[in-house]
């Protein structure tokens, strides 16, 4: 099983930003979907994730106004919009899936590489 993590790059402050998580495998079209991200010499945090219908989705404080996560329904693609970038936004960012969808639950069994964001001011 992979998850593809795509979308990073160089960026300007203030620029926006989608990034793209594939599953190689359509069973992952039912499992929950998240993102978390880790900066440079701190722990891995958590984003954001959504279910599979791609109507509920929940935030982690690493995540404010500015980040929004997406799915269609049943889809095999998450997609994360971070908005007004700031250079604190700049991490290593990991998508991840898990068969089970819980409000404010972090522990994710499926992992993918990173995509690597970084923003120049």
């Known amino acids: 099983v992979q998850l593809q993590a795509c979308g990073g790059g160089l960026v300007q402050a203030g620029d926006s930003l989608r990034l793209s998580c594939v599953a190689s495998?359509?069973?992952?079209?039912?499992?929950?979907m998240g993102w978390f991200r880790q900066v440079s010499g701190q722990e891995r945090e958590f984003v954001a994730a959504v279910d599979r219908t791609g109507i509920y989705s929940y935030y982690g404080v690493a995540a404010d106004s500015r980040v929004t996560i997406t799915r269609e329904k049943d889809a095999t693609t998450t997609y994360l919009e971070i908005n007004a970038l700031e250079p604190e936004d700049t991490a290593v960012y990991y998508c991840?899936?898990?068969?089970?969808?819980?409000?404010?639950?972090?522990?994710?069994?499926?992992w993918g590489h990173g995509t690597q964001v970084t923003v120049s001011s």
């Open positions: 495998e359509r069973s992952f079209s039912l499992y929950a």
């Open positions: 991840a899936a898990d068969p089970t969808y819980n409000k404010g639950r972090t522990a994710f069994r499926y």
